[in-house]
Structure formats: C-alpha cells, structure tokens
C-alpha cells in the first residue's frame, strides 16, 4: 500500500520565501540543460561504458569485446557521451580511443551511486 502524500493545510503564501528562492535557481534553460544532462546517465550501456573509461582510455573495439556488444552499439552510444561532452577522443593512427572528458563526469557518477548505495 502506497504511503499518503501529506498536504499543506495552510492557506497562507509565503512571498518572502518565493521570492528568495526565485532568485536563486537557475534559469529555466539552464534546468532544462540540466534535465537532458541526467537523460544521457539513464542507459545502462552509457553508464557501462563510463565505468570502463574511469579506469582507462580506450578504443571502440575493445569496449565492445569487454561489454559483449557490437561495435557499432558502443559507437551509438559513445555518440551519444561525446555530444553531452561526457567523453572525448583522440585519434593515432586508425585507432581511436576515448576517455573522460573531465573529471567532473566522475564526480557526478559517485554521487549518484552514493547516493543508490544509501537506500540500500
């Protein structure tokens, strides 16, 4: 049986708090950004792949034969990490190995699973 939501019994708004609090977050773009940012770490296979380049940098063929999947699969993907900037390459010669763009994207995956290992 699903908890009950508690609801305010106030009929009182509380402008000064409003106020105060739209000041202070961000712009709607900017949450926006934010929002399609935390899509990209919903796929299971993106947050495989992170995990793999958190160790080392690496190329797409390798990637694929440690996950067990295609290369073109893996290549969709890191497509995917590149354009939200969570990932990036360097080419020699024909091969071409990717790896964390900052550490930041690190930073936001601990967090996250913290934050998992927390409710378990």
Do not use: W
Not at 75 to 80: A, E, I, P, Y
Request: glycine share 2%; charged share 30%.
């Amino acid at each position: 049986m699903e908890k009950d939501i508690e609801f305010c019994h106030c009929a009182t708004v509380h402008e000064d708090e409003i106020e105060k609090v739209r000041r202070l977050i961000p712009e709607a773009e900017t949450l926006s950004d934010l929002a399609e940012l935390f899509k990209v770490f919903g796929d299971s296979t993106r947050i495989k792949i992170l995990c793999v380049l958190f160790e080392t940098e690496m190329c797409v063929c390798d990637i694929a034969a440690l996950l067990i999947m295609t290369q073109s699969a893996i290549s969709h993907q890191l497509r995917v990490l590149k354009n939200a900037r969570l990932v990036k390459y360097r080419r020699e010669g024909k091969v071409v190995y990717y790896s964390l763009d900052d550490q930041h994207v690190k930073q936001i995956f601990d967090q996250g699973l913290t934050h998992i290992k927390e409710l378990r």
